[in-house]
Nanobody, 123 residues
Framework: QVQLVESGGGLVQAGGSLRLACAASGLTYSTYGMGWFRQAPGKEREFVAA???????AYADSVRGRFAISRDTAKNTVYLQMNGLKPEDTAVYSC?????????????????WGLGTQVTVSS
């Protein structure tokens, strides 16, 4: 059974940093593509970043240059380093996995999801 568990969310002031982690179990981690998505109140879930099995990355325009996605295959964990946080980054952040190493930016491309972790950025 695939399980994804996020951690690292919290409350931070604008301009601050947080590092989210997503621990994966029940899958052959190195062959899975991983992604981070976020959902703010009253808005649809949106793509944030993704990483392929080979380490290629992709970012939403709104976070490029501020966020960095990485993965530690030995720990079956994917990270999202978030710097220069803005109030508009406030959302529930969820990680997702797909049984293909390709990068996908759409929610429909991912079969497995974590429950999410809250990130709140105060102004």
């Amino acid at each position: 059974q695939v399980q994804l568990v996020e951690s690292g969310g919290g409350l931070v002031q604008a301009g601050g940093s947080l590092r989210l982690a997503c621990a994966a179990s029940g899958l052959t981690y190195s062959t899975y593509g991983m992604g981070w998505f976020r959902q703010a109140p009253g808005k649809e879930r949106e793509f944030v970043a993704a990483i392929s099995g080979g380490g290629s990355t992709a970012y939403a325009d709104s976070v490029r240059g501020r966020f960095a996605i990485s993965r530690d295959t030995a720990k079956n964990t994917v990270y999202l380093q978030m710097n220069g946080l803005k109030p508009e980054d406030t959302a529930v952040y969820s990680c997702a996995a797909r049984s293909s190493t390709l990068i996908v930016r759409t929610t429909s491309g991912y079969a497995y999801w974590g429950l999410g972790t809250q990130v709140t950025v105060s102004s």
